[in-house]
């Protein structure tokens, strides 16, 4: 796919959607044009499978136990306060003459993000039913697992 939606697929064409480490790093706009999308093409009681990083990878990033894509990115993650009352905490990264061909195509809606139980309960709610969400799943525990059904 591109990285900005629409999936060039049909309504409803899927029984299983999953994807890895894309939540990770969109904010919330982006985000939210995702989530409509993913739910269009998924038939009406399919599952997904997607990714974000909760509570273990904030707590790791805020302690400074891990540089994203720049210290001054980490910084200003350091800057924000507890994620279960923020929901969502996203910054930028910082795409330099270094690093621009990591990025192809990619603007200011790609950084790094953590998101709350609450608030993924909350907010993807709109757009699927959240049918739960394990912690540490997946690359060396950094990422929940959010697991979805659409209606």
Not at 18 to 23: A, D, G, L, R, V
Not at 59 to 84: K, P
Not at 100 to 111: E, H, L
Request: aromatic fraction near 14%; proline fraction near 5%.
């Amino acid at each position: 796919s591109g990285y900005r939606p629409p999936l060039p697929y049909e309504d409803d064409q899927f029984d299983l959607v999953y994807n890895i480490s894309i939540f990770t790093h969109l904010n919330e706009q982006m985000q939210f044009e995702w989530l409509k999308d993913l739910a269009r093409v998924m038939k009406p009681g399919a599952i997904g499978l997607f990714t974000v990083h909760g509570h273990h990878a904030y707590g790791e990033a805020t302690s400074g136990a891990f540089v994203s894509n720049s210290r001054q990115c980490m910084e200003r993650v350091q800057s924000h306060g507890d994620l279960d009352d923020e929901g969502i905490v996203y910054e930028p990264y910082e795409i330099s003459n270094w690093n621009q061909g990591d990025f192809p195509g990619i603007d200011d809606t790609f950084g790094i993000t953590f998101h709350s139980p609450d608030y993924v309960n909350e907010r993807w709610a709109e757009h699927f039913d959240v049918l739960g969400i394990e912690p540490q799943t997946i690359s060396d525990g950094w990422q929940d697992t959010v697991v979805v059904r659409a209606r």
